[in-house]
């Protein structure tokens, strides 16, 4: 029971980490909490949907797609939504009211166009499992771990490795002095925003396809500023680690207390971290320069 | 009231691995207008945080006319009666200039929570009353009739002044300026000395003053206190600061020459 | 067709009084509450609860509500706003608190859980709507221009230079949040007693999204801003009779747009008062007449 429940949080953990990666790639640049996330992975997870259900197109291609899709749709979002105000270098409340008002626009626009239908996935290795030694783990969870850390891995090796990885890295530290060092920081920005939105596609499908498809599921996102919390914000290895152990703790209380206090013992959680240890496991202490 | 008003003991911040403060002593007697000045980076502003609380001390003690502060909630040490300007200017920009003012006054104003809920007539006479205090302190600077604008659509330098009012307006026994004068040309900065002069003598008020336009300091400060690299230089009387050559080599210039300016 | 007119004024009139008490926390004070149907629902509970099971007068019951909102609004407060959460942090908070009192409502044996408390006698009328309205407005005005009031706005300024003049930041925001939840929790009494029936999903982040919506749309500075937005947003869609989910779909899209060319909303810092009616009428004339 316990190495079950314990191969099942890694699952879900390693779909927080990858929303928590996307998450916190925005927020390390931009110092803001991109609200507008969630319905972006969302959105990821019905063009995958769709592109199996209704075009007939294999699972990878559906992949490919809802990754393109969705980073073309998060790009989009920070042009028309974000970009005006911080030319105008809007308060953060204006940005936070903008992505609200993008998050609500969008999963209601889908309420109304598409409807309010549950969608399942087509069995794709949805009900197989993989059984050893007594313990069972379904093949759908080990894809979603094997591409989940695949992804990040990529994502990381991008960071360190490329020029651009490495100029967002330092726009991570301060954006207008990389701005100063020659780095075109729209064109960074968007990129980033790509980027956070491919990593959504993906996250977007592993959770349509381990659960079901629904125009709120974004709120999940939630989950990922927790993780963001817990590894500290501002921290993409802390997103990873926050996004793992979340989703072990949580499987954890949901499997040994009860599922319904799951949601509630994760909120507290983040109550919790940010009274006690905000800067988490190992995010960088932001005190305001006054 | 025979103690300074302000004393700092070995003052210490650490922020990580960066010495940003390290064993900060001086006095300040009732009165008087000290100088603190330094390269950037200093430690001048961090010291400005360390004394309103805003930074916590990582070592060493803050008393306000022998009361220690150390430790305490920044809003209580300004209740307490230490007031400060910011660097880069803090106004209240969507509020108009005497709502800036008011807000200062208020922090002395104690009518209770429901009274406000119910606007009772001992409310609405004490707003009355703040409303004309606070026109009295734009007069002391020069802005009463600017009275109604915004704050921010207000040119630079009297955003500075109304920062000043502000702060008067807290009534305190002390000030706290920060580079009252950047951005300023050498003609506006003389105008604000004099100023910072008159306030000064009006109000009585002990005033430690950052500042990097030297002829404001050399001709305000009776006494100047030298900062680098988070430590103690060098402490003295202008005269003596001008002539340090500690000071000189770190921060004047071996070129400098007596400030020529006096104020009336 | 009376009747009908005067349900939407009525309806109007609820939603009026609690989103004006969101109006101080949101728009003078700065701080989100993404979950403020909650303390609405706690009203709502409470009021019927106590006239329904245990006959009490209608008005102990109201003013019962709204106290039990804002004690509700005080421990949630307390916690979260001592620890000086970013505004985009307390806005997650908030999600989840209103998560948990969900979660609560559903499950607890009083309230009857997820059917519902049917049978709610009608005692809301729309006079006693009129003054309670005229009441929470003359309250929420004279707590503005106050010195109470004062420090929320400069806290919402800029907070580092309010604590500079002497504000204390947490009990300045408390004592907002503690009005909003107030006023919250009456305008749920006073919703319970007319709609005549509750259930928790009629409390959903919907309400809580319509609420903060007309802040934003009426003026983050203003009190009849707000109220105006709110009789808007509820006159409107029920004169066209549009559908709930087109409605939602407008507010996200009405949020964006504000946020990108008008942001200080219908009213800006101002209230409404006759010059600016006065004004209207000039200008309805020109275009009418000229």
């Known amino acids: ?290 | 009231m025979s103690g300074p008003v302000l004393e700092l003991t070995g003052v210490t911040k650490l922020f990580g691995g960066i010495t940003a403060c390290k064993d900060i002593s001086f006095t300040l007697p009732k009165g008087q207008i000290m100088g603190l000045i330094g390269p950037n980076g200093a430690g001048k502003t961090t010291a400005f945080n360390l004394i309103t609380g805003v930074y916590g001390l990582t070592g060493g003690a803050v008393k306000l006319e022998g009361e220690a502060i150390t430790g305490l909630r920044p809003d209580l040490i300004v209740r307490k009666g230490i007031a400060r300007t910011f660097q880069n200017i803090r106004l209240f920009r969507n509020l108009c200039v005497l709502d800036n003012v008011i807000i200062a006054l208020d922090c002395h104003e104690t009518y209770l929570l429901a009274s406000s809920f119910l606007r009772l007539p001992s409310v609405r006479r004490r707003e009355k009353a703040v409303r004309e205090q606070a026109m009295t302190f734009l007069a002391a600077v020069g802005l009463e009739d600017k009275a109604a604008t915004r704050a921010d659509a207000m040119p630079y330098g009297l955003q500075r002044k109304l920062e000043i009012a502000r702060a008067l307006a807290l009534k305190p026994r002390l000030l706290l300026l920060d580079e009252p004068a950047a951005g300023m040309n050498p003609e506006e900065s003389l105008d604000l000395a004099r100023l910072i002069r008159k306030i000064h003598e009006d109000f009585q008020l002990t005033t430690l003053l950052i500042e990097h336009h030297m002829d404001v300091v050399m001709a305000l400060c009776e006494k100047i206190f030298v900062m680098n690299f988070g430590e103690k230089l060098a402490e003295g009387s202008a005269e003596a600061i001008q002539r340090d050559p500690d000071v000189l080599k770190a921060y004047l210039g071996e070129g400098f020459k007596r400030a020529q300016h006096t104020i009336a | 067709m009376w009747q009908y007119i005067s349900g939407v004024i009525s309806l109007g009139l609820i939603y009026v009084i609690a989103t004006v008490g969101l109006a101080v926390f949101t728009g003078f004070t700065g701080l989100f509450s993404l979950g403020h149907a909650a303390f609405f629902a706690i009203g709502a509970y409470t009021a019927a609860i106590l006239t329904y099971f245990y006959g009490y007068n209608f008005y102990l019951a109201l003013a019962l509500g709204a106290a039990a909102g804002g004690l509700v609004g005080f421990l949630i407060g307390y916690p979260t706003l001592k620890a000086k959460l970013r505004t985009d942090y307390f806005a997650i908070a908030t999600l989840g608190f209103g998560e948990a009192i969900r979660v609560l409502l559903e499950n607890l044996p009083i309230t009857q859980g997820a059917r519902g408390l049917p049978g709610i006698r009608a005692y809301t009328t729309l006079p006693v709507l009129v003054v309670c309205t005229g009441m929470v407005m003359m309250f929420a005005w004279n707590l503005i221009h106050s010195r109470h009031g004062r420090a929320s706005i400069a806290i919402r300024e800029d907070f580092v230079a309010a604590e500079m003049m002497g504000v204390n930041i947490f009990i300045g925001r408390l004592r907002s949040l503690v009005f909003s939840a107030a006023c919250a929790g009456l305008a749920g009494g006073l919703f319970a007693h007319y709609y005549c029936f509750i259930q928790p999903s009629m409390f959903s982040s919907y309400m809580s999204t319509q609420m903060t919506a007309a802040v934003v749309a009426g003026g983050m500075g203003s009190i009849s801003g707000p109220a105006i937005a709110t009789l808007i947003f509820i006159g409107i869609p029920e004169a066209l009779r549009v559908a709930n989910i087109w409605r939602l779909v407008a507010y996200g899209l009405i949020l964006v747009l504000i946020m990108i060319f008008r942001p200080q909303g219908l009213m800006g810092y101002k209230e409404l008062n006759m010059d600016m009616i006065r004004g209207w009428g000039r200008r309805i004339r020109k275009a009418v007449g000229a």
């Not at chain 1, 890694?10 to 927020?27: C, D, T």
């Not at chain 1, 093949?139 to 771990?145: G, K, N, R, Y």
């Not at chain 1, 060092?181 to 396809?209: E, P, Q, R, W, Y």
């Open chain 1, 1 to 290: 029971m316990f190495v079950q429940t314990l191969l099942t949080g890694l699952a879900i953990g390693g779909i927080y980490a990858l929303m928590a990666v996307g998450y916190s790639l925005v927020f390390s640049i931009l110092n803001f909490s991109n609200f507008a996330y969630g319905s972006i992975i969302m959105l990821g997870a019905y063009i995958s949907y769709f592109s199996m259900v209704k075009l007939g197109l294999p699972i990878g291609v559906a992949i490919v797609l809802s990754i393109l899709g969705a980073a073309l749709l998060c790009y989009l979002n920070e042009r028309l939504a974000y970009s005006p105000l911080r030319k105008r270098r809007a308060s953060s409340l204006f940005f936070m009211i903008s992505a609200m008002g993008t998050a609500i626009f969008l999963e209601n626009l889908v309420y109304a166009v598409v409807g309010a239908h549950f969608y399942a996935f087509p069995e794709v290795f949805t009900k197989s499992n993989l059984t050893y030694r007594g313990v069972s783990i379904g093949v759908l969870d080990v894809f979603a771990i094997a591409f989940s850390f695949t992804a990040i891995y990529a994502l990381h090796f991008f960071l360190q490795k490329s020029r651009t990885g490495i100029a967002i890295r330092a726009a991570s530290y301060d954006i207008q002095v990389c701005g100063l060092n020659g780095v075109n920081d729209k064109h960074l920005i968007g990129l980033v925003f790509c980027l956070a939105g491919g990593l959504a596609g993906i996250s977007g499908t592993f959770l349509g396809m381990k659960y079901i498809v629904y125009p709120t599921m974004g709120w999940i996102t939630n989950k990922a500023y927790i993780a963001a919390v817990i590894g500290g914000l501002g921290s993409l290895p802390g997103a990873v680690v926050g996004g793992i152990l979340l989703g072990v703790t949580e499987t954890f209380v949901s499997a040994y207390v009860s599922s319904v206090v799951r949601d509630v013992f994760s909120f507290s959680l983040l109550v919790l971290l940010l009274m006690v240890m905000p800067t988490g496991l190992f995010g960088r202490f932001l005190e305001e320069k006054v």
